[in-house]
Every structure is written in structure tokens, then in C-alpha cells.
T-cell receptor, first 112, second 115 residues
């Protein structure tokens, strides 16, 4: 069965600092991997996804993630945090491209 | 704006009642997915419809049912409501049946409160 573990329910960084949100997955087949962001009182918005091919995936708003099969990880990074990045971030896995299995989410706080 | 619309935004009802949540997918999308977001269970997949037919089922209770109509809008029916059904219910849509991991676009959600 698929599962996702997001390390750290809350992450706090200073504005301009590196953002690193961790995600590990479990899947019995080569997975599709996603990062979504949720702003307060809004739906989820796709940041980026990995399907096949290049393991370093670039997304919107300067975010990127690297698929590491040997580590079963798909960590999300951004070189320099901005106040507008404060939100909740969800990592998700899909084995067959349809239903998404989400992690518990990580709330990112950006300090000025 | 994802292009997915959900109505109503908020719903407050009593235990034992029945409610219907409505979702209109993005123009041209054939798949509709329903997810439940609650504090204790997190984000959970409930069910997927593709072009009117059920495609995949997740942790959906027997008291819950869904359908997708010929115009591709979908409804999620929740009956015999319990306090624990209070949650945010999201609808998402994608262009195909999902086999190619096409992007799922999420609506703003319906917040259900059961008193």
C-alpha cells in the first residue's frame, strides 16, 4: 500500500533562508509524486509533480524537488523563503496516476 | 482560480440528516475526485468518477455515495450524518482517467459542520 510521511508538522524559517520540507514515500510500484500547497481557506494548488524522466523537478514560485529512489524521498526546497510562502504543504503519492495519497502536511512559517 | 467550482461553501446541519455537495469540474475535464480533509484523518481520497462511471474507490463510508451526471458535474451525498463527518470536502478534476498522472485541480471545498 502507498503511504507518505512528512517529517515535521511545523517548519519555521527566516525570510530569505532556505526552505526544506521533507517527504518520504512507500510504494510497491514506481510512483508518481506531487507537492501541493494550501493557503488558508483555499483549495490545494499543485506546486510540482514527478512522473518519469528527470529526477529534479522544478515547479511554480521557485520551488523544486528531487526524486531519490534509493532514499524513497521527494523533498521540497526553495533557495530563499518569502513571506508569501507561508502556507501548508502536502506531499502526495499515486501508484496508478489516479487517487492521491497525502501526507499529514507541513505548516511553513516565515519569520521577518 | 482552478476552474473547479463547489457549492455550497459552508453547510451546517444536525446529526442524522442528509446533505448533498455539488462539484462542477473544469471545462473539458472528464474525471472528478472527492477528498475529505479532517483534523484527525488528514486528507483522504473518497471516490473517483470518469465520464459518468465509478473508476476508483477509497475510504468512503457506506453512508456516503456519489455520482457523476451526463454534463460531468458530480454530487456527493452524505446521509445519517454523525459529528465525525464534520470536515472540509474537496472536489478535484483532471482531464483523463488519471492513468497518466495528469494534474488534479482542486476546488475551494465545502466545509460541513454537523451539530
Amino acid at each position: 500500500a502507498q503511504s507518505v510521511t512528512q517529517l515535521g508538522s511545523h517548519v519555521s524559517v527566516s525570510e530569505g533562508a532556505l526552505v526544506l520540507l521533507r517527504c518520504n514515500y512507500s510504494s510497491s510500484v514506481p510512483p508518481y509524486l506531487f507537492w501541493y500547497v494550501q493557503y488558508p481557506n483555499q483549495g490545494l494548488q499543485l506546486l510540482l509533480k514527478y512522473t518519469t524522466g528527470a529526477t529534479l523537478v522544478k515547479g511554480i514560485n521557485g520551488f523544486e524537488a528531487e526524486f531519490k529512489k534509493s532514499e524513497t524521498s521527494f523533498h521540497l526546497t526553495k533557495p530563499s523563503a518569502h513571506m508569501s510562502d507561508a502556507a501548508e504543504y502536502f506531499c502526495a503519492v499515486s501508484e496508478y496516476g489516479n487517487k492521491l495519497v497525502f501526507g499529514a502536511g507541513t505548516i511553513l512559517r516565515v519569520k521577518s | 482560480d482552478s476552474g473547479v467550482t463547489q457549492t455550497p461553501k459552508h453547510l451546517i446541519t444536525a446529526t442524522g440528516q442528509r446533505v448533498t455537495l455539488r462539484c462542477s469540474p473544469r471545462s473539458g475535464d472528464l474525471s472528478v475526485y472527492w477528498y475529505q480533509q479532517s483534523l484527525d484523518q488528514g486528507l483522504q481520497f473518497l471516490i473517483q468518477y470518469y465520464n459518468g462511471e465509478e473508476r476508483a474507490k477509497g475510504n468512503i463510508l457506506e453512508r456516503f455515495s456519489a455520482q457523476q451526471f451526463p454534463d460531468l458535474h458530480s454530487e456527493l451525498n452524505l446521509s445519517s450524518l454523525e459529528l465525525g463527518d464534520s470536515a472540509l470536502y474537496f472536489c478535484a478534476s483532471s482531464s483523463s482517467g488519471g492513468m497518466m498522472a495528469d494534474t488534479q485541480y482542486f476546488g475551494p471545498g465545502t466545509r460541513l459542520t454537523v451539530l
